[in-house]
């Protein structure tokens, strides 16, 4: 079956744009998880959705990133006023329950210039 | 707050040969999950293997065992009979009981070498 999806694969924006990063989980699957890898380093969490709603935002860096989950599958990441400190490779996973493995997308790479 | 150390930044072992990754961890839930993740080039995240805290066997997946040592925290991974095809980044996670966020460690690249 389909795995996660995330598009685009490669974003290069512009210092101070808006960017919007989306998730396709695998169907069926409860939890998604957003992830921030950044050169050399292994993945730091974002956000956790269960369901449609935000479970665990605690990840998220500040009030410039925000996330979606309106249907309950697809996931978008909002990043507002973009910083060259904001890229890094943004994964996304999602699992049937919390409790379960995670699979992960390829990623977006994003590239703030 | 959970926290996972990998300590060898770069590994290397020939083709064929055994080769041993390092993890330790800390956490004050009675309840987690450790996992090895593998990332190759493409990016991908590729689960390896996993452990269940409350398990005192180590877990194993073919050529891929652990060694669980709760007292001490550690979860090491040996990889036996190393291919060219496990040349890749290696990340220690923990699971949070409460959310299932993974925290992982800053990775280990192995390479296998002809």
């Known amino acids: 079956g389909a795995g996660v999806s995330q598009t685009p694969s490669n974003k290069v924006t512009e210092k101070g744009k808006y960017v919007e990063l989306r998730c396709d989980p695998i169907s069926g699957h409860t939890a998604l998880y957003w992830y921030r890898q950044s050169l050399g380093q292994g993945p730091e969490f974002l956000i956790y959705f269960q369901g449609t709603g935000a479970a665990d935002d605690s990840g998220l860096p500040n009030d410039r990133f925000f996330a979606v989950r309106p249907e309950g599958s697809v996931s978008t990441l909002k990043i507002q006023r973009t910083e060259r400190g904001d890229s890094a490779v943004y994964l996304c996973?999602?699992?049937?329950?919390?409790?379960?493995?995670?699979?992960f997308g390829p990623g977006t790479r994003l590239t703030v210039t | 707050a959970q926290t996972v150390t990998q300590s060898q930044p770069e590994m290397s072992v020939q083709e064929a040969e055994t080769v041993t990754l390092s993890c330790t961890y800390d956490t004050s839930e009675s309840n987690y999950y450790l996992f090895w993740y593998k990332q190759p080039p493409s990016r991908q995240m590729i689960l390896v293997i996993r452990q269940e805290a409350y398990k005192q066997q180590n877990a194993t997946e073919n050529r891929f065992s652990v060694n669980f040592q709760k007292a001490a925290k550690s979860f090491s991974l040996k990889i036996s009979d190393s291919q060219l095809g496990d040349t890749a980044m290696y990340f220690c996670?923990?699971?949070?009981?409460?959310?299932?966020?993974?925290?992982f460690g800053q990775g280990t690249t192995l390479q296998v070498k002809p």
């Open positions: 996670a923990s699971h949070s009981g409460n959310t299932g966020k993974l925290i």
């Open positions: 996973a999602s699992s049937p329950g919390r409790d379960d493995e995670q699979y």
